[in-house]
């Protein structure tokens, strides 16, 4: 079976996030964003937003919850 890039960044992201290495999750999840944007779900939406936060980028967190919920802050 082939294994294709967008699962291993997947995949890689989600170790790195599991394992609490938040700069790590959030370079491998923002690659993932922009070579495969299909491929965030809400739940990676949510990882990512989380990372962001962990790491103190809280406009970036609020950024990514706020797509998640699917709407703007007005």
Known sequence: AVVKRDDILLLTADSYFRNENWTQAKEVFQ???????????????????????????????????????GGSDS
């Open 31 to 69: 690659l993932l964003e922009k070579g495969f944007p299909s491929r965030i779900e809400p739940q990676v939406r949510y990882q990512l937003a989380y990372a962001c936060f962990r790491l103190n980028d809280f406009q970036a967190s609020a950024n990514y919850l706020q797509a998640l919920a």
